[in-house]
């Protein structure tokens, strides 16, 4: 059978589409991938989920699809109502069942019932194969493992496949661009290589405008379930499974070579893994010295300073890892105990990462993520780790998100009893990288800036800090940054016009606040 799967998302990695594809493949079906990357995001650097697609874009994806015997989607919350028009519009045209998977079916499963005939809940190689192959032989199977479908008001919920305890057995990634398409602009073309180098990588993470990153995951899974994050949820789906999984190093490699010898012209690899360094010191020497010697191209990766110890890190510091994502989130006390973060020292972290800096010797840098605009901090949580983060070494980078109230959360439960939030559906289209004009979240903003300490000391003077997050100061400042930015973005603009001009083309549309 034909399965169409479709990725709404800016990047072409989408790593769950491409193990599905790979994975219904190996058993027999065949595959046609759609990317629909919006394009104005990556110029823009920032995600405008309200956007629609341009005019035309469903018409050339229900063409794609004619052939089908089922199309999937993948979403992710901030996806839900673009992908719900697309859904819409080709079940009003082809009857076709569609399913969705990823994040957001997985954590809201009930309301995408609405615009797909399944919603494949979790891990889904097994169950959507077996979804295809009842399609292929029988109307419309209701008991498939991890879906979800409604009919006559009733709603089929089906227990989960147990997981894959071995991941070797998943295929690589399908990156063969064979019946691969992207949209360009407002056209849907087949995907060439030389369109894959264009639309790859949308966000730098090495902040080189050429880089070209290769995606991919060691493990499956987080040692960790903080409330704000879906692995909590999962670990609740998958009660008493294992959900922590890795790879063998061969299973990895076998992907990378694979990847390198197909296009040698990648610069970077990413592992998107919660927590790369939870595993045996030996495991990861092991990993580095066959990396180096059959990849050797730099890398990023994401741990926690519970597993960023001498042993674990100086191989993989050897291998190329130049730049890590930590989180950190927040360094109050009172607010790690409602992330469920129990396990955070602010000491051990400071310790832990003024070590690795040594051991660095400046090869690798460390971003860290921090949760800015969560309505149950107060300023003096944000001073702690406004604190906390400018006793951290350099090099490094703050990456400031701005707390979402995703659905499946602990979080999101929380605060609707609560009454923190009265629509479930709030933040439906917030994009977590946009923050509060606020006089504490600007003082982040300058630690990234790296002004002078002394200077940097009189601006978070806490008095001073407490006054302009005072209600009259908090509001002034709100509708006073924006325009205030907007003026300084201007300035550069028109210098940068006069020296830049190929710049300038890429900027024209770029509006933001930093
Ligand atoms: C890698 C990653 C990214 C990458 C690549 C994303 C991509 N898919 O291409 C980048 C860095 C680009 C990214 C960006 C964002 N991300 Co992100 N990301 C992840 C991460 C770490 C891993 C996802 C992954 O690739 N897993 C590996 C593959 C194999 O698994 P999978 O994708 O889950 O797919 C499996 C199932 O979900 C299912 N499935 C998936 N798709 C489909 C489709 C069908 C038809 C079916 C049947 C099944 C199915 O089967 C697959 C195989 O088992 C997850 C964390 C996590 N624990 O999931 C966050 C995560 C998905 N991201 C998240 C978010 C919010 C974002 C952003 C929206 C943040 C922002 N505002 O900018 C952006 C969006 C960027 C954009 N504009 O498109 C949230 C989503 C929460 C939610 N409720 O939607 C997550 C869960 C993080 C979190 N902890 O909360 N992300």
Redesign the pocket.
């Known amino acids: 059978m034909k399965v169409v799967?479709v990725s709404p998302?800016?990047?072409l990695?989408?790593?769950?589409?491409r193990?599905?594809s790979s994975y219904l493949r190996k058993n027999g079906h065949s595959t046609r991938l759609v990317f629909l990357p919006d394009v104005r995001?990556i110029i823009s650097s920032c995600?405008d989920f309200s956007a629609s697609y341009p005019e035309g874009v469903d018409e050339q994806l229900i063409e794609l699809c004619q052939d089908a015997g089922l199309v999937?989607?993948?979403l992710?919350?901030?996806y839900f109502y673009k992908v719900s028009e697309l859904s819409k519009a080709l079940r009003e045209r082809l009857s076709i069942p569609v399913?969705?998977?990823?994040?957001?079916p997985?954590?809201s499963p009930e309301e995408c019932l609405d615009y797909a005939d399944y919603v494949?809940l979790?891990?889904?190689?097994d169950a959507?194969l077996e979804l295809a192959n009842r399609l292929e032989i029988e109307e419309c199977p209701t008991d498939v493992p991890n879906t979800w479908s409604r009919s006559g008001g009733e709603v089929a919920r089906n227990p989960l496949h147990p997981l894959i305890e071995n991941l070797d057995t998943v295929p690589i990634p399908d990156y063969s661009l064979d019946d691969h398409h992207v949209l360009v602009g407002d056209t849907i073309k087949p995907l060439t290589e030389s369109l894959m180098r264009k639309y790859w990588t949308?966000c730098s993470y090495f902040e080189c405008e050429n880089d070209i990153i290769y995606?991919t995951?060691y493990t499956?899974g987080c040692p960790y379930h903080c409330s704000f994050?879906?692995?909590d949820h999962l670990l609740h789906l998958y009660k008493g499974e294992s959900y922590f999984r890795r790879r063998s190093v061969d299973h990895l490699m076998s992907e990378l070579s694979h990847i390198k010898e197909r296009f040698p012209w990648f610069t970077h690899v990413v592992f998107?893994d919660?927590c790369f360094t939870a595993a045996k010191p030996e495991e990861l020497r092991k990993f580095s010295q066959r990396y180096k010697a059959e990849i050797d191209k730099p890398f990023f990766t994401l741990f926690t300073d519970s597993y960023m110890v001498p042993p674990r890190v100086e191989p993989l510091l050897d291998a190329g890892l130049r730049m890590v994502e930590m989180g950190l989130q927040t360094a109050s006390p009172r607010m790690n105990e409602i992330y469920r973060r129990k396990h955070f020292s602010s000491d051990q972290f400071v310790e832990r990462t003024l070590d690795f800096a040594d051991l660095s010797g400046g090869r690798a840098r460390i971003n860290y993520d921090i949760i800015l605009d969560n309505p149950y901090e107060t300023v003096s949580d944000h001073l702690k780790t406004l604190r906390l983060a400018a006793k951290l070494p350099e090099p490094k980078w703050l990456h400031l998100f701005s707390f979402t109230f995703?659905?499946?959360i602990e979080l999101h439960r929380k605060a609707l009893e609560d009454g923190t939030i009265e629509d479930p559906r709030v933040h439906y289209l917030k994009?977590?990288?946009k923050r509060e004009a606020r006089y504490i979240n600007f003082l982040f903003v300058l630690l990234n800036r790296k002004i002078p300490t002394w200077l940097f000391r009189i601006l978070s003077f806490p008095p001073l800090v407490y006054l302009m997050e005072s209600p009259p100061f908090r509001f002034l400042f709100n509708r006073l940054q924006p325009i205030v930015w907007k003026r300084i973005r201007r300035a550069r603009r028109a210098w940068a016009k006069e020296n830049f001009t190929r710049i300038f083309e890429n900027m024209e549309e770029a509006d933001e606040l930093p």
């Open positions: 799967l998302y800016i990047e990695a989408s790593m769950g589409v193990c599905l995001s995600s999937g989607f993948s992710m919350t901030n399913v969705w998977g990823g994040a957001h997985t954590v494949c979790g891990e889904c190689e959507l949308a995606e995951q499956r994050c879906i692995n998107t919660d995703y659905p499946g994009d977590n990288e």
